[in-house]
């Protein structure tokens, strides 16, 4: 089941859509749905992986002086 949205694209955007559907034999609704499915999904992700960073920060599971050296060491970066 789906449902109708209605959005404001700018003219080059649309233009550029209408281009990418012609090319890909695709619906301009298909693409617009999924573009906005991986911007969603990366999103969620990121929001996702925030929340529990911040649980480990408190609850103080933090790397060491010594592993963040390490890990800079490894790309050779210079930890400080």
Known sequence: MS???T??????????????????????SFLAT?????????NEWQIQEIKEAFK???????ASDQDVKRTFAKW???AG
């Open 3 to 5: 449902t109708t949205m």
């Open 7 to 28: 959005i404001r694209l700018e003219p080059e955007l649309k233009q550029r859509l209408d281009q990418l559907a012609e090319a890909t034999h695709r619906s301009k």
């Open 34 to 42: 999924e573009a906005l499915r991986d911007f969603i999904e990366l």
């Open 56 to 62: 480990e920060a408190d609850n103080g599971e933090f």
């Open 76 to 78: 050779d970066v210079n």
